[in-house]
């Protein structure tokens, strides 16, 4: 088991950067591949960035390559999802998710572990 918390969400103008964080606790954080998924009113949820627990491997939906990265700190046992020249599109509720550690592509792995989701609101 392993137990997520996001933070760092907010209201922000577009254009501008946010950077949420996912805090891991419960079960050695190497052995998770990590990732990013939102949700937007009315729609489903999509994914949105990876990364393998290695850190050497990332995955980004079409909408974030070039604008978001996503990171590690396992000293800290928190993944990053740093969000720059955002859109108004881009709100959504962000969840955290984690998933034993693989070789599959993360877009498409099923994820067992889900953080509570926190909200980011870009105005235009």
């Known amino acids: 088991q392993v137990q997520l918390v996001e933070s760092g969400g907010g209201l922000v103008q577009a254009g501008g950067s946010l950077r949420l964080s996912c805090a891991a606790s419960g079960r050695t954080f190497n052995s998770y591949d990590w990732g990013w998924f939102r949700q937007a009113p009315g729609k489903e949820r999509e994914f949105v960035a990876a990364?393998?627990?290695?850190?050497?491997?990332?995955y980004f939906a079409d909408s974030a390559k070039g604008r978001f990265t996503i990171s590690r700190d396992n000293a800290k046992n928190t993944v990053y999802l740093q969000m720059n020249s955002l859109k108004p599109e881009d709100t959504a509720v962000y969840y955290c998710?984690?998933?034993?550690?693989?070789?599959?592509?993360?877009?498409?792995?099923?994820?067992?572990?889900w953080g509570q989701g926190t909200q980011v609101t870009v105005s235009s």
């Open positions: 990364i393998r627990w290695s850190g050497d491997v990332t």
């Open positions: 998710a984690a998933t034993p550690r693989s070789f599959v592509d993360l877009r498409y792995r099923r994820y067992d572990f």
